[in-house]
Every structure is written in C-alpha cells, then in structure tokens.
C-alpha cells in the first residue's frame, strides 16, 4: 500500500488537492462496495482451517507449487478487498456473524486490531485518512460491517507479541506464527480457525535469515524500487518470501488437524504491471484482486513440539495498535 501511494504519484502526498481527491474516491468506492458484493467471500466455501498468505499472487503460487505436496490445485477467487483492511471489513460482517461466533482467527496483521475495534474508522488508510473527508462524518455512508474483535470465538493479535522476535521488522517470523498455531491448535482444539500470516507481504525476509543481516531492497522494496533498484530482484525476493511461508505451512499442516484446509490470501500484490508495484485500497487490477484458492487436509503428527507462549494476547491498546501501523509504513 506504501508503494501505490508512491506508485499512482507523489502528488497524493505532495499536492494537498489531488490527496482530498483521492480520499473522496476511497469514501465513494467502500461506501458503494461495502452494499453491493464485489469478490467471493471466504464463509461461502468449505473449510475447517483458512490459512491467510498476506498479499500473495495467484501465478507466483502456481509457479512454486511444484514444490509443495499441498499444493495440488492452485485455483483462484476474487477477493472481496484489495487491502488487507478492506478485506477484514468486507469478510468478516454480520451477514456471517454465526459462522464468525465459530471462528478463532490468530492473526499476525495489525489491521485486524484495527478494522475490528469498536470505533473503527473505515477511512483510516494511507493517503486518506486525514483528509476532509474523513473527518466529515462520511463514514456514516458506508455500511457497518457490524463485527468487532469480541465476536470471535477468540482473537488472538499475534503481531503484538511476535513481531518483537523479529530482527528484520515489525512484522512476526511466519516460523513463530506457525509454532504459536500448532500450540494453540493442541491446548484450544478450535472448531473453526483462520491464522493470518504476514508473508509474503514485505519486508522480504528469506534471504536475510540465512545471511543474518537484510538489505535496503528487502526492507523497503517500493521505495528501493523508486530509486533505482532491480524490479526482477524484488521479484525474485517476493517469490523466496512465500517459500519461506509455505515451508511453514508444510510444518504446520503435519501438526495441526483439520479435515478441509485452504489456503488463499487477503489481496495479491502488483509486480510492475502498467509500471505499478504493490497494492492500495480500491486498485481493481486482476493481480491485486483475484487470489489463490487451495484445499488440503492437515493431520497431527507431532512432529515438533513447539516452546511458546500461548497466553491470550488480545489485550492492545488503541495506542499500541497505531503505533504499529505506523511502523509499517501505513499511517
């Protein structure tokens, strides 16, 4: 979202004009999208276990996919969101508030404390969140998705307690998501479980595992991009960023038991298609809105018995979770 800001021009941070333009067309589109259903929702398909690749694109799964037992079938949907606020606000809404009553959602994206808190504000997104309209009471245009943190079966803020762990930035190791999982999995048996992990979404983390130290182009790609970087470089990192989540899922599924798992993401991402690069709110391009779709199974064999603290960690302040989100880049 950062780089589509970046992307789309400076002017939506340079010129004040074309920024309160562009906040008056995200208040136009969600108020219109949040009524009428753009996207197939995850609560119309049948799984046990939804397992959430934040901004993973549909080709570059089915280009890895050869690599994985699990990834037999790579199709694809279109999402119901092109951000990952957009699309908690549009999956997670009253008209599925029973199936969501079921769900345990551990979640390592810090929107979800976000979008999901009682005084949400929906236009809270880079570029548009302090603009005029945004604070003219527009937010009552759009529909309320009527769900907050408290109508899950539980909500676990993975990103509060995990990102800590990770020397590269302050989004959680997709190795600590995965041992965190297993070990709630085994304590709380969830009838229903969504867990969202961070990759492949930037900062790319795999090559800087294995050197111990990242570099300017893994920790901000979009701004490396826009000074000069190599566009096939960032792609190659992206591409080695889900293989580093998808070995986790590998270790995940053969410690977790789920008779139908799948696997999809919350928006894609842009890799240079008409010179784009990331994603942003109300981008409708196929690479950011259609997403994989896979089903599996997951079966407990203990393999690993993972070493982490499980204790409920939804107890975030307001504060903490903008602090957040403003180390990421967003707000």
Not at 2 to 17: Q, V, W, Y
Not at 140 to 158: E, H, K, M, N, W
Not at 311 to 329: C, F, M, N, P, Y
Request: with cysteine.
């Amino acid at each position: 979202m950062r780089s589509i800001k970046r992307a789309i021009g400076h002017a939506l941070s340079d010129s004040r004009s074309v920024k309160e333009l562009y906040g008056v067309g995200i208040a136009g589109w969600l108020a219109y999208s949040t009524r009428v259903p753009f996207g197939t929702n995850i609560y119309e398909r049948e799984w046990d276990a939804l397992i959430v690749l934040d901004a993973c694109r549909v080709d570059t799964l089915q280009a890895v996919a050869d690599e994985y037992e699990f990834l037999d079938t790579v199709d694809s949907i279109r999402s119901v969101g092109s951000t990952s606020k957009e699309w908690i606000l549009k999956t997670f809404t009253d008209d599925y508030r029973e199936q969501i009553n079921e769900t345990a959602y551990l979640t390592a994206n810090s929107w979800a404390s976000e979008a999901l808190a009682a005084d949400a504000n929906p236009l809270l997104y880079p570029s548009a969140g302090d603009t005029v309209v945004s604070k003219l009471g527009v937010t009552r245009l759009l529909r309320d998705s009527g769900i907050t943190a408290d109508d899950f079966s539980d909500f676990r803020p993975l990103w509060n307690d995990l990102a800590e762990r990770n020397p590269y930035g302050p989004t959680p190791l997709p190795s600590d998501v995965t041992d965190y999982t297993i070990a709630y999995c085994r304590e709380m048996n969830p009838r229903r479980l969504v867990v969202h992990y961070m990759q492949p979404h930037d900062p790319h983390l795999a090559s800087a595992l294995d050197r111990g130290h990242i570099t300017e182009v893994e920790q901000r790609p979009w701004d490396a991009l826009r000074d000069g970087a190599d566009a096939d470089t960032v792609r190659e990192n992206y591409t080695d960023n889900l293989r580093l989540v998808l070995d986790e899922l590998s270790r995940l599924l053969q410690n977790a038991t789920f008779e139908t798992v799948a696997i999809t993401a919350d928006h894609g991402e842009l890799l240079g298609e008409m010179g784009l690069f990331s994603h942003g709110a109300a981008i409708p391009h196929p690479a950011v809105k259609r997403v994989p779709w896979v089903t599996c199974s997951a079966t407990d064999t203990e393999t690993v018995t993972p070493e982490i603290d499980t204790t409920d960690a939804s107890d975030t302040s307001e504060e903490d979770v903008i602090a957040h989100l403003k180390q990421l880049g967003y707000i």
